[in-house]
């Protein structure tokens, strides 16, 4: 069974910055699997962040290009995400997932408010 859990939230000002981190386990396959970061805030649905293939491409949602960055250590079984220049609206709850199982993390709440 695979484990995900995220850390690294907090409360931040406005431009400032935060790195996730989502540790996996349970699987010896995790250099193998696409792994995503979601968020959603209060009252909104769940919505896409950032993915990394098993190969280390990315892609990420409008509101965050140039902003996030994703990225991973197969070593650790890790994926972090970089999130500078924050604003308000990035406020929300951060799940990581690993794509092929579906499975989700629990969540770190990420503040951002001056």
């Known amino acids: 069974q695979v484990q995900l859990v995220e850390s690294g939230g907090g409360l931040v000002q406005p431009g400032g910055s935060l790195t996730l981190s989502c540790a996996a386990s349970?699987?010896?396959?995790?250099?193998?699997?696409?792994m995503g970061w979601y968020r959603q805030a209060p009252g909104k649905d769940r919505e896409f962040v950032a993915t990394i293939t098993s190969g280390g491409s990315t892609d990420y949602a409008d509101s965050v290009k140039g902003r996030f960055t994703i990225s991973r250590d197969n070593a650790k079984n890790v994926v972090y995400l970089q999130m500078n220049s924050l604003k308000p609206e990035d406020t929300a709850v951060y799940y990581c997932?690993?794509?092929?199982?579906?499975?989700w993390g629990q969540g770190t709440q990420v503040t951002v408010s001056s």
């Open positions: 349970g699987t010896r396959f995790f250099s193998a699997r696409a």
């Open positions: 997932k690993m794509i092929v199982t579906g499975s």
